[in-house]
Each structure stands twice: as C-alpha cells, then as structure tokens.
C-alpha cells in the first residue's frame, strides 16, 4: 500500500499569500497613522519638557533662555536647560523674543511642513493638517 503525501498544492498557497495581502494592505493605513500620532505626542510632550525647564531657568536666572532674540539649537538647549531630548525625529529649538518670552519649536525630519510650538503660557500651536 502506497503512502498518500499530504502537501500543500500551489492554488492554496497563492490563496494565503494574496489573503495576507489585503490583511496587510488594510492595516498599513492604521499603522501609519498610529505612528503619526506617537511622533506628535513626543514633540509635544518634549516642548512641555522644554517649557518647564524653560520656567525653571528663569526662576534661577530672571530671564528666560537663551539671551534675547538668539536662538538655540538643541545640544545647547539640552546643556543650559539640563534636559536630555533626543533629536531622532524631530530637530528641536528655541527662540527667546526678549528678556521674558520665547518659543520652542519642534520641526518633523521627514516631513517639512510639519511643526510644532509653544509659548510660555503653554500654548502649543499644532500643523494645519
């Protein structure tokens, strides 16, 4: 008596394949959006960083940093306020509009027209989407 192999035939793998296909055709969109959405929660969350440190500073130094209408880019941003932000997605600075304002702002490195600010009431202005 002959053994029967039990094996797939090629319909059903191409059948399998082009199922995950659309599975994954239909999640990709969510997936994009979801990872969209984390990167504007750690813009802002880092400018909230930025603002509070911001506060501090001129608790300690009657002024805000950096001196009055300079700009700092974020290695100095992260020595005069002591914080430790990272700039994998987002290139981070900080712009002082006199003794006592500034804005900080959050650029998205892959997409240009992406930025994010706040003041130092805390208003955080958001990309037209």
Do not use: C, H
Request: charged share 30%; glycine share 4%; aromatic share 10%.
């Amino acid at each position: 008596m002959l053994k029967e192999e039990s094996a797939f035939t090629v319909l059903e793998i191409i059948v399998v394949v082009v199922i995950i296909a659309i599975l994954a055709s239909l999640t990709l969109p969510n997936l994009s959006k979801t990872l969209s959405k984390n990167r504007e929660k750690l813009a802002v969350s880092n400018l909230k960083m930025i603002l509070n440190a911001e506060k501090l500073y001129r608790a300690r130094n009657d002024k805000f940093f950096p001196d009055s209408g300079d700009e700092a880019e974020l290695d100095k941003i992260n020595e005069n306020l002591n914080l430790d932000i990272e700039s994998q997605y987002f290139d981070y600075t900080v712009k002082a509009s006199g003794q006592y304002s500034f804005k900080a702002y959050a650029k998205d490195k892959n997409s240009p027209g992406i930025e994010y600010i706040i003041d130092p009431e805390g208003t955080i202005e958001y990309p037209d989407d």
